[in-house]
């Protein structure tokens, strides 16, 4: 936990955690598979939510793996807009 008191890390709470992130990658991939934006054929705040939690997710080495063609999709288009670049 971050903040100014340093606690032991419990490793099957992250484990359990990197579990978790993949399983929510496969979920948003299926759910990709029929839409081209999280809502559907509009771009949302939910897409910017959702770039920004895999950003984050890439950053702490939680990448989705390459098999979930529809989210890698996703976030390229995403990633690419100008406002995501601002």
């Known amino acids: 936990m971050p903040g100014p008191e340093s ?9 359990r955690g990197r579990m978790r992130i993949q399983h929510f990658f496969t979920l948003l991939d299926a759910r990709l598979s029929d839409n081209e934006f999280v809502c559907g054929p509009q771009f ?15 950053w702490a080495k939680l990448k989705p793996p390459d098999r979930l063609t529809h989210l890698n999709r996703w976030h390229s288009a995403v990633s ?3 406002s995501a670049k601002a």
Do not use: K
């Open 7 to 15: 606690y032991e890390q419990i490793p099957a709470l992250a484990e």
């Open 44 to 58: 949302t705040v939910a897409d910017i939510t959702g770039m920004v939690t895999l950003d984050f997710c890439t």
């Open 80 to 82: 690419a807009r100008p």
